[in-house]
């Protein structure tokens, strides 16, 4: 029996894996099949089709002995559905579902079509929610979160001392009923909380979990920011409720903000420098370059941010710096006097360390120490002239 063309486009055309069997012989496959356990044609598939499953099924019998006894069951009886585990070239085991399908042919010939459906996404779905449903009686009470329970209509209808305490309640009963007073009409995007909660509801309900943030407001009329984690559980042929966890963001937007803040203050305290700092990492590139005497050397910190000595402009690198800052990294801090184009520097560098106590990077400063050069050198020439003076 040859496999026309025909047979061919709709085994391709078919969205799951399908093989074709002739005398427990693959007689051919389709794309996906080639696709799924990730195999180079169809020709690589059919030769290497008893390496795509392991030598054990999970109920300890040889893989190779039950295909033959599937088959043959599909084509005594018709039809045969049974979950089977299979893995990929590279090993990768995942289980799946097989259903063979005995062709009525008018031949001796034992045809039968196998169609695997990758149960990778439904078994892990179906994991999270048998250890959701286990958990569910314990994990309300003993969260440190506010926590609450909606029903299939939505409705909350419990809720743990945590939520109680937190928004300001007296008692389970007084937060469902004034439910919805916890949160301002409008969300900060323009939003009407009783919509906006009604979509989220309704997308951690098909989804099966969903995070955002949120401004609620306790029964006292503060306001504060949360992260809410709305989280289906139960069973879909019972009606799935939803959980929902609150967890109070103030202290760590408030930590956020003051993180913000020095990060600025001391962007503008580098800035406003009077020499020059900057850091260089281990690769030789800059993190850092800024201060009021940059300027001096015609570059901003743009310029010079993310480069390397090999690309960073050549006014700011230089033999003798890149000697120094080499020098850092075996021999510790370093300090000198620099005579170059813009003027006289005092430079100093210093190791950066990391957690772990190695060297990360270097960082310097550079200070321009021009004017008291001069005025060294003046003062030289003076003391050696009133010398030559006295000599005589």
């Keep these: ?14 969205p799951l894996a399908c093989i074709m069997w002739k005398n427990f012989k693959i007689l051919e496959c389709n794309e996906e099949a080639v696709r799924l356990y990730r195999v180079k044609d169809k020709s690589a598939f059919q030769e290497k089709f008893f390496e795509l499953s392991p030598e054990y099924q999970p109920d300890g019998r040889r893989s190779i002995d039950l295909v033959s006894q599937c088959i043959q069951k599909a084509y005594d009886e018709g039809k045969y559905i049974f979950e089977w585990m299979h893995q990929t070239l590279d090993g990768t085991l995942f289980p799946a579902e097989v259903t063979l399908m005995r062709a009525n042919v008018k031949s001796d010939d034992h045809i039968v079509f196998s169609y695997t459906r990758d149960l990778r996404e439904q078994k892990r779905m179906t994991e999270e929610l048998r250890q959701a449903n286990e ?15 909606r029903d299939r209509n939505f409705r909350v209808f419990d809720c743990n001392e945590e939520a109680v305490r937190l928004f300001g309640a007296k008692d389970k009963q007084e937060f469902i009923e004034r ?26 309900y ?51 903000q003051n993180v913000r803040e020095t990060a600025a203050l001391l962007q503008k305290v580098v800035a406003n420098y009077p020499g020059a700092i900057w850091s260089i990492d281990r690769n030789e590139v800059y993190t850092l370059f800024n201060g009021r005497s940059i300027g001096k050397f015609g570059v901003t910190p743009e ?9 960073a402009p050549p006014q700011i690198v230089y033999p003798e710096i890149i000697d120094y800052i080499r ?40 200070d321009e120490i021009t004017e008291v050069i001069r005025l060294q050198d003046d003062l030289k020439e003076s003391l050696d002239k009133a010398n030559e003076a006295n000599t005589l």
Excluded at 135 to 149: C, K, Q
Excluded at 179 to 204: C, H, M, N, T, W
Excluded at 213 to 241: K, Q
Aim: charged share 25%; hydrophobic share 35%; net charge negative.
């Design 303 to 311: 310029q010079v941010v993310g480069k390397s000595f090999n690309n």
């Design 135 to 149: 958990r569910i009686s314990l994990m309300l009470n003993s969260t440190p979160l506010a926590g609450t329970l």
């Design 206 to 256: 098909k989804e099966g979990k969903y995070v955002f943030e949120w401004v609620h407001r306790t029964l006292d009329g503060t306001l504060f920011p949360a992260e809410i984690t709305i989280i289906r559980v139960g069973e879909e042929s019972s009606g799935y409720t939803t959980m929902g966890y609150t967890r109070d963001l103030r202290e760590e937007k408030r930590m956020t």
């Design 327 to 366: 020098k850092t990294y075996t021999d510790g801090a370093q300090e000198w006097v620099a005579k170059i184009e813009q003027g006289a520097f005092h430079i100093r560098t210093s190791p950066i360390y990391g957690d772990d106590g190695n060297i990360i990077g270097v960082v310097g400063n550079s």
């Design 179 to 204: 439910f919805s007073e916890l949160s301002p009409e409008y969300q900060p995007d323009g939003q009407r909380s009783v919509e906006l909660a009604a979509q989220y509801v309704q997308k951690a």
């Design 1 to 14: 029996m040859q496999v026309n063309e025909n047979i061919r486009l709709m085994l391709d055309a078919t």
